[in-house]
């Protein structure tokens, strides 16, 4: 796969690139061809050939000036992957209002920030096309996650909007849906946890495959529709959860 040149002459940025899935999804553009620039709030462990740049996607500002720069470095802009985020655990009696509009904040007005500052970019690409990482918390209804799944089902919601808004224009919209992925944030919740390896077990368990989705596999799905061999597809949420939301088969 990583051998097929589809990115090639294309630019992309991977926003919370520096880790897990944006990570994966950096490297593996990158590999089929493309130039690509990362926006992180800790892009320190960014190398060549990514570009790294800081930025905050909860402030303005900092959008702004990191993608300007990063479209000035790339010399356009034909893909923006928006991916960075951050996770909540409890019901809507466990997160007060602050703890709300701090990961909305983030995770969907992060979004609409860094589509509003590419937009103009991207308008001036023939291969034009915006991926969101939604998750499978948009649509299964998973306990002890109110506030992560509400602020996901509003960018399964944005992404299908701004797909409308857009296509005359060219630009493409889509998003992937993971399950739970092994990637440093899992990691850092699995430490967290009073059993790491039963919490493992539990994650794995409630998946039909038995086993989590890896980076490179969301990065595969992110890959493909923010490629060329996407042209048709817009407003689309593409699972890659092991079949947890499409199978109708206890866990294995
Ligand atoms: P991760 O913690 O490994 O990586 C997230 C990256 O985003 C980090 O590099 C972090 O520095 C960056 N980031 C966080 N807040 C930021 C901010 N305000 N501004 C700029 N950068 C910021 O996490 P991951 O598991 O790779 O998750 C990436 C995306 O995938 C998130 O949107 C998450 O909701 C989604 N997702 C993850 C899973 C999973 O199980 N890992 C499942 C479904 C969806």
């Known amino acids: 796969m990583t051998d097929t040149r589809d990115f090639a002459g294309l630019k992309a940025l991977v926003t919370g690139g520096a880790s897990g899935i944006g990570r994966a999804t950096a490297e593996l553009l990158t590999a089929r061809g493309a130039q690509v620039a990362v926006l992180d709030l800790d892009p320190s462990s960014v190398d060549k050939p990514l570009l790294g740049y800081q930025a905050d996607v909860s402030d303005d500002t ?54 509003r500052a590419a937009l103009p970019h991207l308008r001036e690409s023939t291969h034009a096309a915006i991926v969101n990482t939604c998750s499978i918390a948009a649509t299964a209804g998973l306990p002890q996650r109110a506030l992560y799944s509400a ?92 079949g947890m939301q499409g199978l109708r088969l206890r866990p294995v």
């Open 151 to 242: 602020s996901k089902g509003a960018v399964l919601s944005l992404t299908l909007a701004m797909a409308a808004d857009h296509v005359r224009e060219g630009i493409r919209v889509n998003c992937v849906n993971p399950g739970t992925a092994d990637t440093p944030w899992v990691g850092r919740l699995l430490d967290a946890a009073a059993d790491p390896a039963a919490e493992r077990a539990a994650l794995e368990a409630r998946q039909p495959t038995g086993r989590l989705v890896s980076a490179p596999e969301v990065a595969g799905a992110i890959a493909y529709l923010a490629s060329p061999l996407s042209g048709a597809t817009t407003g689309t949420a593409l699972a890659v959860d092991g």
């Open 62 to 115: 900092s959008v702004r000036q990191a993608v300007a720069a990063a479209v000035a470095d790339l010399g356009g802009l034909d893909v923006l992957v928006n991916n960075a985020g951050i996770g909540a655990q409890g019901t809507v009696e466990d997160n007060d209002d602050a703890q709300w509009h701090r990961v909305l904040d983030v995770n969907v007005l992060g979004m609409v920030r860094t589509a």
